[in-house]
């Protein structure tokens, strides 16, 4: 799916060992997927990017083809914490002490994690289709949990999301796609197969369950912990215009309650950004991390 010069590695971290695909040469520039894909979920744009950067593409802890190290009772090892030190490990290996940072859904909740603990590593971030946690889960309403349900579902104990979902992986990846996406949304049928091959893995389904359950607890501890802390680095966040985050916030108003430095806009399409508008995305991205580039 992606060019053939992009390679494939996996890299040990203090926590877990991280898969990833990277390619390209220049400054670094480390895009980070969300539920329920991997890595892959950038095929459309990478080649695209990697012709002005070097694209790092890795699997989050939990994910894809990376680690699932066991859990805990507080869920601190899928903290979006946890998971940001492993992306700063992986870059320090491929050579990047600071680097630029895009993320989308849970990706883009890592890379939030990340510029806090880490400011010193990210020079700009982008986050796309996403407002802050603490911010989303303090508003809840019921328009919230109906249209966000699965956060409250893939957070209930005992092993009952993880029986659910393992019943019928394969309808539930596809639901997922489906109802978060734009009405005509297609996706490439080799990176579903993809996203399926991974997340029909019973240990794929836990981990992300975990993901979801650090969210609702340790990570908030940690966002009230830091929240007279704003991001300090330049930050653009993007959202699908026919999505829920767009019908639902103010985007731009909520990130600068967050941040000290905020810009962004809508993209024509739902909530996949990276894939049902790889185009626009990419031009965003290359304006946003360079302005001095040459689109191509």
Known sequence: ??????QTLSLQTSGTTIHLTHGGAGEPLLL????PQTHVIWHAMAERLARHYHIICPDLRGYGDSGKPPSAADHSPYAKRAMALDMVEI???????????AGHDRGARVAHRLALDHPQ???????????PTLHMFATTDQHFASGYYHWFFLIQPDGLPERMIGADPGYYLREKLKRWSAPGARFAEDAVAQYLRCFSRPETIHATCEDYRAAASIDLQHDEADRDRKV???LLALWGSK???HRTYDVLGVWRDYAEQVEGGPIDCGHFLPEEAP???A??????FDTRQKLA
Not at 1 to 6: G, K, L, S, T, V
Not at 91 to 101: A, I, K, T, Y
């Open 121 to 131: 590593r990210v020079r700009k971030l982008c986050v796309m289709d996403i407002v």
């Open 243 to 245: 999505g829920f985050v």
């Open 232 to 234: 300090i680095c330049p």
């Open 283 to 288: 031009e965003q991205l290359l304006r946003f």
């Open 1 to 6: 799916m992606f060019a053939e010069d992009f």
């Open 91 to 101: 870059m320090e290996q491929l050579g990047h002490r600071d680097f630029f940072v």
């Open 279 to 281: 185009e626009q995305v």
């Open 32 to 35: 980070l997927h969300g539920y």
